[in-house]
Nanobody, 120 residues
Framework: VQLQASGGGLVQAGGSLRLSCAAS????????MYWFRQAPGKEREFVAA????????NYADSVRGRFTISRDNAKNSVYLQMNSLKPEDTAVYYC??????????????WGQGTQVTVSS
């Protein structure tokens, strides 16, 4: 499966962005999908995950209540709606997947990142 993330950009604090990740490959519908991020000088960190059906989701404490992960299996896509953005959300955001339905795994394929910059 190949992943292509898009939707990043520059936004003011308090604003919103919606990231998209388009997947190619037959196994997308059976894959758990994730968003991670990496800020300058920091390690990559988990942001959000969804199981294959979109029923079971998990979020990092730092984004819970502000970010929403969703997916459309008919479009082979996963999304990250980001609201109430803060300067500390500035990072390169990556989508990733695991070739299995549960979210409690380590991704085994990754897309390229998309830059999100939040100005104060």
């Amino acid at each position: 499966v190949q992943l292509q993330a898009s939707g990043g950009g520059l936004v003011q604090a308090g604003g919103s962005l919606r990231l998209s990740c388009a997947a190619s490959g037959r196994t997308f519908s059976y894959s758990a999908m994730y968003w991670f991020r990496q800020a300058p000088g920091k390690e990559r960190e988990f942001v959000a995950a969804t199981d294959w059906s979109g029923t079971n989701k998990n979020y990092a404490d730092s984004v819970r209540g502000r970010f929403t992960i969703s997916r459309d299996n008919a479009k082979n896509s996963v999304y990250l709606q980001m609201n109430s953005l803060k300067p500390e959300d500035t990072a390169v955001y990556y989508c990733a997947g695991y070739s299995g339905s549960s979210i409690y795994n380590t991704p085994n394929y990754w897309g390229q990142g998309t830059q999100v910059t939040v100005s104060s």
